[in-house]
C-alpha cells in the first residue's frame, strides 16, 4: 500500500532514540545561535562609534552594556524555571522576533535613552532564546551532554566574533542606520527556529508517550549542603570568567586605541581575532568534559589561563594579539563544561540551571561592564587591565568542587544521567 506524503514526510523526520546524537538538530541549533549572537554583538562592536557620535563617557558606555547584559540575565533563570514545567517550543521565533525590534531601534536611535531602550530589548530576546535553546540541545545530545552545549555555544561565540567584523566593515564605515542590513540575519533565524520548535514540539510528544530510560553513572548521593557549595564555587567562577571577558569585549577596542594608537577598525579586527579564539576554543571543553570530567576542564580553562592574563598587561602589540589569542582558546572551554557540571547536579531542572548560569554569566558582564567603565574614567584603561589580570586565580576554588561522575572501567562515562523535561 502506497503511503501518503505527509506519511512518508513522518517518518522521514529525525527521531530521538536512545543514545543518538541528532547531529542535524544540533547544527542548526547552532547556526541560529550564530545568527542570535552576530545581532548581540554588533552592539559591544559599536561602542566606539556610539560615543563618538553622542558624547558618551566610559560610564555611559558602562550603563549601555549593563542594560543590555542585565536585561538578559534577570529574565533567563525565570524563562528557564517556567519551561521546566512547561515548555514552549516556538518561543525560541519569538525571542529572535524581539530582538529584531531591538535591532532596527537601534539602527534608528538618536538618543541616549532610545540606544538603551533598543539595548534592552535585545536582552530580553536573548533571555527568551538562550534557556529553550539549551535544553534543545541536551534532548538532542544522545547522552553526549557536553559536545552538545559545546557545539550550541561555538555558534554563539562564532556570532560574538563576527560582529564586531561586521561593524568595522559596514556599521563603523557607513554609518549606525547600516545596522538595519542586519535584520535579514533576523528573519533568518526565525524561520529556522520556527522550525526547529517544531521538532522540539514533536519529541516532546514522543518522549511522554516513551517508557522511562535508566539512570546513568551521574553521582545523584550528594546532599544538599554539597550541592549548594558547588553551586556557589562554579558562581564564583563564572564572575571570574566574565568580568575577565567583559574587559576584553568592552574594552579591547578602547585599550589597544589608548596604547598602541592603533585604528577603531584596526582595533576591532584584533577584537574579532579574540573573540574568533574564544569560539575556536569552545568546542574543546565539552567533548573533553565527556571524556575526563566537567572538573579537569574548569581547573585548566579558569586557573591556567592565569599566567597569560598576568602577562598581558606588560606587552607590546603583537604580544597583547598573541596573548589575547591564548587567553581565548584556554579560557572559552569553561561555561559548557560549568553548565553541564550543574545540570548533572540538578538533573531535574534543565531549563531553570540552563537559565540561571546565562543569566548570571550575562549579569556578571553587565555589572563588569559598568563596574570596568567607572574604573576606566577615574583611573585608566591600562589600570583596569591590571585589576583584571588577577582574577583567574579564583579558580583555585575549583578544589571544593565535588565529584559528579563517577569513573568507569578508568574512564568518565560520555552519557550521564537522563531527565525529562
Known amino acids: 500500500m502506497e503511503r501518503s506524503a505527509a506519511e512518508v514526510a513522518t517518518a522521514t523526520r529525525p527521531t530521538p532514540t536512545a543514545g543518538e546524537t541528532l547531529l542535524p538538530v544540533l547544527l542548526a541549533l547552532s547556526v541560529c545561535h550564530l545568527l542570535n549572537d552576530t545581532i548581540q554583538s554588533l552592539l559591544p562592536a559599536i561602542y566606539p562609534l556610539l560615543k563618538e557620535s553622542f558624547a558618551l563617557t566610559f560610564s555611559q558606555i558602562g550603563l ?30 519569538v525571542g529572535m522576533g524581539i530582538t529584531l525590534v531591538g535591532l532596527i531601534l537601534l539602527s534608528q536611535a538618536g538618543s541616549f535613552d532610545r540606544i538603551l531602550f533598543a539595548s534592552a530589548l535585545l536582552g530580553t530576546g536573548s533571555a527568551i532564546f538562550h534557556p529553550e535553546a539549551s535544553r534543545l540541545a541536551r534532548l538532542a545530545s544522545g547522552g553526549k551532554h557536553g559536545f552538545a552545549q559545546s557545539l550550541f555555544q561555538v555558534g554563539g561565540n562564532l556570532g560574538t566574533s563576527l560582529g564586531p567584523l561586521a561593524a568595522a566593515l559596514i556599521v563603523v564605515p557607513h554609518g549606525q542606520a547600516h545596522i538595519l542590513w542586519f535584520s535579514a540575519l533576523a528573519l533568518l533565524g526565525i524561520v529556522m527556529l520556527a522550525k526547529l520548535g517544531g521538532w522540539y514540539r514533536r519529541h516532546l510528544t514522543i518522549q511522554r508517550t516513551a517508557a522511562p530510560t ?9 546532599s544538599s549542603r554539597q550541592i549548594t557549595r558547588a553551586l556557589i564555587v562554579l558562581a564564583a567562577l563564572i564572575f571570574s570568567k566574565y568580568f575577565y571577558l567583559s574587559s576584553l569585549t568592552s574594552y579591547y577596542t578602547f585599550y589597544l586605541i589608548g596604547r598602541f594608537n592603533v585604528s577603531v577598525q584596526h582595533a576591532q579586527l584584533y577584537l574579532f581575532l579574540f573573540l574568533f579564539a574564544v569560539a575556536a ?132 562515562p560520555t552519557s550521564p544521567q537522563r531527565s525529562s523535561p
Open 64 to 93: 549601555i552594556a549593563f542594560v543590555f547584559q542585565v536585561t538578559a540575565s534577570v529574565f533567563q533563570p525565570v524563562i528557564g524555571f517556567y519551561t521546566d514545567r512547561r515548555p514552549k517550543p516556538y518561543s525560541l521565533a
Open 214 to 222: 535508566p539512570a546513568w553513572t551521574v553521582n545523584t548521593h550528594l
Open 281 to 412: 576554543g569552545t568546542i574543546l571543553g565539552g567533548p573533553i568534559g565527556d571524556r575526563y570530567g566537567r572538573k579537569l576542564v574548569i581547573w585548566i580553562s579558569i586557573l591556567g589561563v592565569a599566567p597569560f592574563t598576568l602577562a598581558l598587561p606588560f606587552v607590546g602589540l603583537v604580544g597583547t594579539a598573541i596573548l589575547s589569542v591564548v587567553i581565548g582558546l584556554i579560557l572559552a572551554s569553561a561555561f559548557s563544561a560549568i553548565l553541564v557540571y550543574a545540570q548533572e547536579l540538578m538533573p531535574g531542572k534543565i531549563g531553570m540551571i540552563a537559565g540561571l548560569f546565562f543569566g548570571f554569566a550575562f549579569g556578571m558582564a553587565g555589572i563588569a561592564s559598568a563596574l570596568l567603565g567607572k574604573l576606566a574614567d577615574h583611573t585608566s584603561i591600562f589600570f583596569v587591565y591590571q585589576v583584571c589580570s588577577f582574577l583567574p586565580l579564583i579558580g583555585l576554588l575549583t578544589a571544593f568542587l565535588p565529584e559528579v561522575e563517577r569513573k568507569k572501567n578508568g574512564r568518565v
